[in-house]
């Protein structure tokens, strides 16, 4: 168990410490990655179907505030790999197949790995203070299933900026 932080950011009426922040990470990426195990067995659960895309604009969310309370960016590259994992999943089930049955337990696998990714990265140290901008080390966990299918990763700033 994570000691309890009791340094809070207001938010938008109601106070939220980074402990919780990075618990609903953590426990949205497993409910969405056990969704996605029942979704490979039964396509056509649409409860399944729901509980999973709640989840991972959950897990989406607490990426992106956990990137706000640490001011650090890493943590926004898995929000935007969650909000990828959700349209590719939204396709994939309008196409069950054999093939949707194999992306979906591969999803499951890419959220695990993308659990222990970010555990790893709550923990390390940083080495220096303030705002970190470097770039998410690890991998984009979807380029693994998503075989032949190009997937845009990253940010695109205009000219000029």
């Known amino acids: ?11 938008a ?19 969405a990655a056990d969704r996605c195990k029942q979704i ?12 999973m895309r709640a989840s ?8 992106r505030q956990a990137a706000h309370w640490r001011g650090d960016i890493r943590w926004l590259r898995p929000a935007i790999y969650l909000e990828q ?21 591969g999803l499951s696998s890419a959220l695990l790995q993308m659990a222990k990714d970010l555990l790893r990265l709550e923990n390390m140290a940083t080495g220096s203070s303030g705002l970190i901008l470097t770039p998410y080390s690890g ?5 693994k299933i998503a075989g032949k299918t190009r997937i845009p990763v990253g940010l695109h700033l205009p000219a000029g900026a």
């Open 1 to 11: 168990m994570r000691p309890v932080s009791r340094k809070t950011r207001e938010g």
């Open 13 to 31: 009426g109601f106070l939220l410490t980074e402990v919780e922040i990075l618990d609903c990470l953590g426990t949205s990426l497993m409910l």
């Open 40 to 51: 490979a067995q039964q396509p056509r659960s649409a409860r399944n179907f729901t509980e």
């Open 56 to 63: 991972l604009k959950l897990a989406e969310g607490a990426a």
């Open 85 to 105: 994992a959700h349209q590719l999943a939204r396709t994939w089930l309008h196409r069950p197949s054999v093939e949707s049955k194999k992306l979906f337990t």
């Open 139 to 143: 991998s984009n966990p979807l380029s």
